[in-house]
């Protein structure tokens, strides 16, 4: 038995997506159709996302999430964090580059006591209609950090020896087919885009 554990904000949670529930339900079902249907190894997907959370998040509730999940066989961990850290609301930033590499190191060298298959996801594009663009009471973002953060989780990932899931730069290319009205959240393409990007990872456990 494999149990994935997915870590993130409301991306990971899958909001906008009211029909398929986002990405890791797609892949739960998946798996689960697997199982039953194909007689398949058993892979659960763990939907640990929460709307609106940073890494500031993570690290107050990621072992005892863990504890409570862990498979006694194998397990896969990913986070997918980002988009919430590096906004900023009222000229505020929320959290900053140097304290979100922080956050995450302290967060992998915890994982790593779980398993050695970490993943960590690259943060999404945003549409242009938002891009840098200040709205009161809203989060400001702006592709500019964006890459600015992708860029730390890669070196991350490369330091820690895990692997970097890039999925800005091939969503980029058609991003506003992929994304909600809000020009943050995927819609429901979006949301099977990223799931068809990690699905691999997954499937090698089934």
């Known amino acids: 038995?494999?149990?994935?554990?997915?870590?993130?904000?409301?991306?990971?949670?899958?909001?906008?997506?009211?029909?398929?529930?986002?990405?890791?339900?797609?892949?739960?079902?998946?798996?689960?159709?697997?199982?039953?249907?194909?007689?398949?190894?058993?892979?659960?997907?763990?939907?640990?996302?929460?709307?609106?959370?940073?890494?500031?998040?993570?690290?107050?509730?990621?072992?005892?999430?863990?504890?409570?999940?862990?498979?006694?066989?194998?397990?896969?961990?990913?986070?997918?964090?980002?988009a919430n850290d590096l906004a900023e609301k009222n000229d505020v930033e929320l959290v900053s580059l140097a304290n979100f590499e922080s956050n995450l190191f302290e967060v992998i060298s915890q994982a790593k006591e779980f398993t050695a298959n970490i993943y960590v996801i690259s943060i999404l594009p945003i549409s242009k209609t938002v891009d840098g663009i200040k709205i009161p009471e809203r989060k400001y973002r702006s592709t500019e950090k964006i890459e600015l953060y992708n860029q730390k989780l890669k070196e991350l990932a490369y330091q820690n020896q895990i692997e970097f899931i890039d999925i800005f730069s091939s969503f980029n290319l058609t991003k506003e087919e992929f994304l909600s009205k809000d020009g943050i959240h995927p819609n429901e393409k979006g949301y099977q885009f990223i799931a068809n990007q990690i699905k691999p990872i997954v499937e090698k456990y089934l």
């Open 1 to 82: 038995m494999t149990n994935c554990l997915f870590f993130g904000d409301s991306i990971t949670y899958g909001e906008y997506n009211g029909i398929f529930g986002g990405y890791v339900e797609i892949l739960k079902r998946y798996c689960h159709a697997e199982f039953y249907n194909n007689n398949a190894n058993e892979v659960n997907c763990f939907n640990l996302g929460i709307g609106g959370e940073t890494t500031e998040g993570l690290m107050n509730r990621f072992e005892v999430e863990t504890k409570a999940r862990i498979s006694p066989d194998e397990n896969l961990i990913f986070f997918f964090y980002g």
